[in-house]
């Protein structure tokens, strides 16, 4: 049972625009979500992160979305540069589970010059 | 300071062969968690050690098994493997004071099952 679903395999942007991602969950219970960013040959490394009562978080380029209602967060990255081409994974996790994170299948970027 | 460290890097067994690898959390860190990212896909959880032991599992089979030794390094067994098995097996440390969801990953151990 899938319970963090990106439905968007693939993402191909043009370096200087926006790139969004997007992330649904099934699992009300989550209160806690985060992006993280994997190059080839790399683990994944954390990029950002929200706590549910809040609906946005900023990072310098990176901004987190959470909209609870519609169970869905988005990662928008503003500009995109060419060392933003990796896979992000979105994650998420339930109070008091000491920290065990549930995957999304996650979107590969591609931030073409 | 190091990050967290895995080996070995590359494996390639046979079916219904045993396997081990190996996790160096990130120092700091005395909990360890173990996921498995089959292609194409996003990592599933296999289980979490502190203290030595086993706090919490996913869904998956007793043929997968860990340990945590004393200086929180911990190990990754999987006994009888199937071809299924094969993917990249992540290991990830956190602390566990200051209640952080973040977790830190290591590179990962490339398992192939022939």
């Known amino acids: 049972d899938q319970q963090v679903k990106q439905n968007s395999p693939s993402l191909s942007v043009q370096e200087g625009r926006i790139s969004i991602l997007n992330c649904d969950y099934t699992n009300s219970m989550f209160d806690y979500f985060l992006w993280y960013k994997k190059y080839p040959a790399e683990g994944p490394t954390f990029l950002i992160s929200i706590s549910s009562i809040k609906d946005k978080n900023e990072d310098g380029r990176f901004t987190v979305f959470l909209n609870k209602s519609a169970k869905h967060l988005s990662l928008h990255i503003v500009p995109s540069q060419p060392g933003d081409s990796a896979v992000y994974f979105c994650a998420a996790s339930v109070e008091g589970s000491w920290g065990k994170l549930q995957f999304g299948a996650g979107t590969q970027v591609v931030v073409t010059p | 300071d190091a990050g967290v460290t895995q080996s070995p890097t590359h494996l390639i067994k046979t079916r219904g062969q045993q396997v081990t690898l190996r996790c160096s959390p990130k120092s700091g860190h005395d909990t360890v968690s173990w996921y498995q990212q089959a292609l194409g896909q996003g990592p599933q959880f296999i289980f979490q050690y502190y203290e030595e032991e086993e706090r919490q599992r996913g869904n998956f089979p007793d043929r997968f098994s860990g340990h945590q030794f004393p200086n929180y390094s911990s190990e990754l067994n999987v006994n009888a493997l199937l071809l299924g098995d094969s993917a990249l097996y992540l290991c990830?440390?956190?602390?566990?004071?200051?209640?952080?969801?973040?977790?830190?990953f290591g590179p990962g151990t490339r398992l192939t099952v022939t």
């Open positions: 990830a440390s956190s602390p566990s004071a200051g209640g952080s969801y973040e977790q830190y």
